[in-house]
Structure formats: structure tokens, C-alpha cells
């Protein structure tokens, strides 16, 4: 089985970078000076535990990797871009290989199952960052993180058993799920936290926002029927597994949002985590009004490449009334 990662970012990059690690077939797709430095130095993985550089086939489009039957393709982009993503897979020779979402929010393998026939959700729960070209950080040692995986839209088969044991073989904990979805589902309610990160930055936040961000999500998955793992099935699959450390340039500053803005790369992925709230909502006459604020807020702020926690709680308070 041979890996194709396409987005060697944070997340895509550590996932990559330890499959490789430990002797399985890795193709990254990247771009930029991270490209150019992955081919020219291999990628340097950081964490706690060490730095490890592996030398790793790297290319800029994935039909420059060959597609071929029997390859997973590993989609670790945002999920604003699994579009463009899934564009790139097009003009592959061969249709006889699996895609796999190693993404947020939960739409991305409903776009990816709409062009391909072997679709499968992977549940990430690993805290990573990505700053300088060539170089990806794993803020949790000595597990990398828990990639659960299941085919979508249920199910398990062959497949998701040896994608879950390369990943067990790789610094992670995995497991093949039959229920998936369910797992992303809980993660995505996590996931409504982060454009809060993001415009307001890691300190206090009051405890009426939190509430009604946490409320709103509850009440509109409620109101939709949709089944969601309870946070206490969450806690147990987490336990002590994750053991969040400073790698590289030190103590990880925020997630993947907190990111996007930090690198002011003028897109941010909160259409896809609020914004599905918002949806859901608005699908089932649920008020949304603090997830729509922010989804508001934090894509404004990725658009005028605004700096991470450039408002104050006080602020986002008062715009919520």
C-alpha cells in the first residue's frame, strides 16, 4: 500500500513524515518553498522525542506521483480547498484508488465520494504545526496522535484495516471504525472553538460565549438527527493518549485556524466548522447566532490577513449582544 499525501502541511506533513519514518511508500504533494525544500533536504519532522529527517519522494501535483490501483491518497488540506484537491485528482490515469479524508469538518468526504468510489473519514486528533519550509512539528510524543478510520459513509473493510495498522506501526494510535462519521461529528463540535482561538487568542474566554457556541452546536445536531458519539465516548478514546509538548520552535501558539492567520495565507476554514452549524441550523430552524458571528469574524479577518487574537473577548460579546 502505497501513501500519497496530498497537502504536506501541519497535519499531512507529520502524517507523512511518520509513515515514511517507519518504511512505508510515501508520495507528499506540497508546493512552494515547502516543496522545494522537501526535495532538496528531505522533510524534518520535530518533537519532543527528536528530530528525524526522512528522505521522501515529493512532487507538485499528484498526477506527477502516477496514481495507480491500490494507492491512498491522503487528503490533508483545509477543507476550503478539497475542491481545488479533488480538481487535481482528475486527470490520474487510474480511478482505482482510495481517497482518504485526514480533514476537519465533515462535508469533505461527501465532495470526494461524488468522484470517486472508495472514500474514507479519518477522525484526526493530533496537535501539529507547520512553519518553515521543509520542517513539520508533532506537539504531541511519544504517540504522534489518533487517526481512527472508517469507510464512508459506514462501514469498514480491508482497506481501513491496513490504513489503521500503518498508522499503528507509525507513532499513532488507529483503529478501523464502522461509525466515523459519528467520531467527526463530536470533532467538529470541538473544532467550533478554534475561530474563537483565532480572533481572540488562547486566554480567558467568558463562559456566556463558550456556552452558546457549545449550546448551538448540540441543539442543531439534535434538531438534524444526526448521531454523534457523547463526549464522554470521546474522553475515554482520548485518555492519557495525547501528551501535548513544545517541539521546534517551542510551545505550540494555536490550532489549525490560529495557524491560517498566524501565516496570513487569506483563507481559513470556519465556513466548513461554524459555518456547517450555521447550515444545519438554518436546514432546521435553529438560531445560530454566536457560530454565525464568528464565522463572520473569522473570515473577515483571513481575508484582510489580520494578525491571531487581534479582538478582544469583551468585543466579540458586545457584537453578540
Known amino acids: ?84 484537491a479533488l480538481d487535481s485528482l482528475a486527470g490520474a490515469e487510474s480511478r482505482d484508488f482510495a481517497v482518504a479524508c485526514a480533514q476537519n469538518g465533515v462535508r469533505n468526504e461527501e465532495s470526494a465520494l461524488r468522484r470517486f468510489a472508495d472514500v474514507y473519514g479519518i477522525c484526526v486528533m493530533a496537535p501539529t504545526a507547520h512553519s518553515d519550509p521543509g520542517v513539520v512539528e508533532a506537539h504531541s510524543s511519544p504517540v504522534s496522535g489518533i487517526l481512527d478510520v472508517g469507510r464512508y459513509p459506514s462501514g469498514t473493510d480491508e482497506v481501513a484495516e491496513r490504513i489503521a495498522e500503518a498508522f499503528s506501526d507509525s507513532t499513532f494510535v488507529s483503529v478501523a471504525r464502522p461509525d466515523i462519521m459519528r467520531w467527526k461529528y463530536r470533532k467538529l463540535t470541538m473544532n467550533l472553538f478554534n475561530a474563537l482561538q483565532a480572533l481572540v487568542g488562547r486566554g480567558s474566554w467568558p463562559d456566556d460565549l463558550v456556552s452558546a457556541i457549545s449550546h448551538e452546536g448540540e441543539a442543531v445536531l439534535d434538531a438534524a438527527g444526526i448521531d454523534v458519539v457523547t463526549r464522554e465516548e470521546d474522553r475515554e478514546r482520548r485518555g492519557n493518549l495525547l501528551t501535548v509538548s513544545a517541539a521546534g520552535t517551542g510551545e505550540r501558539s494555536g490550532g489549525s485556524s490560529w495557524q491560517s492567520l498566524s501565516r496570513g495565507l487569506g483563507s481559513i476554514e470556519t465556513d466548513y466548522l461554524n459555518g456547517e452549524i450555521v447550515l444545519l441550523g438554518r436546514l432546521n430552524g435553529v438560531p445560530t447566532p454566536a457560530n454565525a458571528l464568528l464565522q463572520r469574524l473569522a473570515s473577515r479577518a483571513a481575508r484582510r490577513k489580520a494578525p491571531p487574537g487581534s479582538l478582544s473577548p469583551e468585543d466579540l460579546l458586545a457584537m453578540l449582544g
Open 1 to 84: 500500500m502505497r501513501f500519497v499525501v496530498l497537502g504536506a502541511g501541519a497535519v499531512g506533513g507529520v502524517i507523512g513524515g511518520r509513515l515514511r519514518q517507519f518504511g512505508h511508500e510515501v508520495v507528499l504533494v506540497a508546493r512552494g518553498r515547502h516543496l522545494e525544500a522537501i526535495q532538496s533536504n528531505g522533510l524534518t519532522v520535530v518533537s519532543a522525542s527528536g528530530t528525524v529527517t526522512v528522505d521522501v519522494h515529493a512532487v507538485a501535483d499528484p498526477v506527477e506521483a502516477e496514481l495507480r490501483a491500490g494507492d491512498v491518497v491522503i487528503l490533508a488540506t483545509k477543507s476550503q480547498d478539497t475542491e481545488a
